[in-house]
């Protein structure tokens, strides 16, 4: 009965205990090591680690926002990182971060203003009708695995590589890029034959075709 009593009284100590602390300092720790990973170039698993924060707490914060918007600038998706900043600004912030999250929008705004001024095409992330391949992505993954199969020979060894590129308003793959790669050889190989692929169907804005960013990842044998 002792026992059963000092349980419950630690019980209720510790979460007294846990309630002196906000959301915001539980998932400081969290909030670390995201920052860690910007400082490595680590951009996408930036973003998850902010995924992880938000399912803590359970909701976004000012901090986060802005470490998600610098993950987007940096990966090159100026116009997603914009949305993030001008979420930051919905919460409460100190000044300092509220001063670097006005220095990030400007810098944001004025790189969009230059690449429409250059007469660069918009690219989507998230269309009103993304890019497909025929048939869907399981032909798609199946295409790529048997080009790869009889361009390669296996050593028996299994990784994972995850490519970014754009479906053109033509369907074609373009702009190819590695955001984590394997080895040279093997980046190389993977990056060439996407420039293969068959066509797509394309991605489509307000009725028109436009160009789309995709990110997949490839496991491969080599």
């Known amino acids: 009965m002792k026992l059963a009593v000092y349980n ?3 019980f209720l100590l510790s ?22 990973l910007l400082e490595k170039k680590e951009f996408d698993k930036a973003l998850v680690k902010t995924d992880e924060i938000i ?5 976004s ?7 998600r918007a610098l993950s987007h600038h940096h990966l090159g998706l100026n116009l997603i990182a914009l949305d993030e900043v001008n979420t930051m600004f919905q919460f409460t912030m100190r000044d300092e971060l509220k001063m670097n999250g006005d220095e990030l929008k400007m810098l944001l705004e004025h790189e969009i203003k230059k690449d429409v001024s250059k007469g660069e095409e918009q690219e989507y992330v998230m269309a009103e009708v993304s890019a497909t391949y025929p048939g869907g992505m399981g032909e798609f993954f199946h295409w790529f695995h048997s080009s ?9 060894q299994k990784g ?14 373009g702009d190819v890029s590695i955001l984590k790669g394997i080895d040279e050889t093997v980046d190389k190989t993977v990056s060439a034959l996407l420039l293969k692929s068959p066509k797509w169907m394309v991605a489509q804005q ?6 789309q960013k995709i990110v997949l990842p490839f496991s491969v044998e080599y």
């Open 8 to 10: 419950i009284i630690f």
């Open 15 to 36: 979460q007294h205990s846990y309630a002196q602390y906000s959301p915001e300092e539980t998932s400081k720790d969290y909030i670390d090591y995201a920052y860690e």
């Open 55 to 59: 399912a803590l707490l359970p909701r």
């Open 61 to 67: 914060t000012a901090e986060i926002q802005y470490i």
């Open 148 to 156: 790869y199969t009889m361009e390669n020979t296996s050593n028996g």
């Open 160 to 173: 994972k590589i995850f490519v970014e590129f754009v479906v053109n308003k033509y369907g074609k793959i």
């Open 206 to 211: 307000n009725g028109k075709p436009v160009e």
